[in-house]
């Protein structure tokens, strides 16, 4: 076997060929603890000063074991590298690391989480999501746009020099917002009014953007994505469609007079209907009947389908992230996010009950975890987390009951990871 250096360290010459490979994976075991919690889901009218919550079967404990392999095969060209690339990865999980909190939720699967042509400087498949910013640093999730399986696009980035670079694509608006259940109902889209709702789709494709600059000193990110989303009915009842964009900046400050790899990770996002690059991290917005990793509930999309018309979810968020190295064996993470949420005027107007009406909304968390790293490769490390949510709440027991009052709600996780990369 001929090794190929042409491309970093792990490449080798397939047989006969002028392709160079590089085969890894990764193994990774999660453990969660959530402190238990009843889930909210109704308020008793007749006395809003107590507020009853209704006790589900809630999971304290998360089990999660992941599994990936990759390939990255290149060959040049008289027009450039051309690179195709893949990650399969399979996934067994139970309990409150999972979308569902029942004492007996579980699931395994597989999921694609990348696969892809580059060249020339297009790329064509399934890749990182040209919104996201942050790194992948933290074994829960930030309040963020950051996805690990990126979407599908057809992208294009050039490269001017200097460490600039411009990227324009379409993508899979589904990918980031979220893909309709068999039922038809959509976690991007709400349906209050309760006409079923039969699909959910783009009528042109989702336009990311973003315009990048790396330094040594680190690097700066401005980013954008619009969709023009549509709904209807099995029966027809209506047939609407609303555009929706974000916008968002990113800023990296590299720390190396603090130590070898830190840095200071900067976001702040503004979404008008795309929730998911704001405050949409672990199933946020369909998340009414499910455990969040913050032990709370709520019931934000970013659309709601009513019978006049698609009204959107306005929501903006900050984040902050520091990574430290105490030294190269021993790395830490800390960071804090906040997360707001306005509710449409329609929905406002709703009884909430964790299907119908909500109303505004924050969200914050801080964490950290600290991780020892045996070798590069590898690392055992331990996190925790504070999570809290404000939000108003509508009484739903009492028919044509106004009463608004403000609802609070915290919790603790702490996760143990084991990863090994190879």
Known sequence: MKVCTAYGAGFFFIPGSDTCLKIGGRVRADYAYVTAKDQFSGVNAANVATVKNAKDAANTLGWEARGAL?????????????????????????????????????????TLEWAYVRFA????????????????????????????????????????????????????????????????????????????????????????????????????????????VSVNTATDGYDYNKGVYAIGAGLKVNLPMLAKGDALYLTANYANGMTEYTTGWTSFKSSSYRREVGGYTMNHPSLVAETTGLETVKSWNIAALLEHYWTPQYRSNLWATYGQLDAPTGTKARAWNGTTGFGDATVWNVGTNFAWLPTRSMEIGVELIYSRVNQDVRSSIVAGNSTVFSKSDSNVTGRLRVERNF
Do not use: C, E
Request: charged content about 10%; cysteine-free.
């Open 70 to 110: 990759n390939f990255d095969a290149r060959t040049a060209t008289a027009w450039g590298t051309v690179q195709a690339a893949a990650s399969l990865r399979l996934a067994r999980t139970t309990g409150s690391l999972g979308a569902d909190y029942g004492a007996s939720s579980t699931s395994a699967g597989a």
């Open 121 to 228: 400087g297009f790329t064509f498949g399934a890749s990182r999501d040209n919104f996201a910013f942050m790194p992948s640093n933290t074994y829960a999730g930030g309040h963020w746009g950051s996805f690990a399986n990126g979407a599908k696009q057809l992208a294009y980035t050039a490269t001017f020099g200097g460490g600039v670079s411009a990227t324009i694509a379409l993508q899979d608006y589904l990918d980031t917002a979220g893909n309709p259940s068999t039922s038809g109902t959509h976690p991007s889209i709400a349906d209050p009014a309760g006409t079923k709702l039969y699909y959910a789709y783009n009528s042109a494709p989702q336009v990311n953007a973003n315009v990048r600059i790396d330094q040594s000193w680190g690097a700066l990110q401005l980013m954008g994505a619009y969709a023009d």
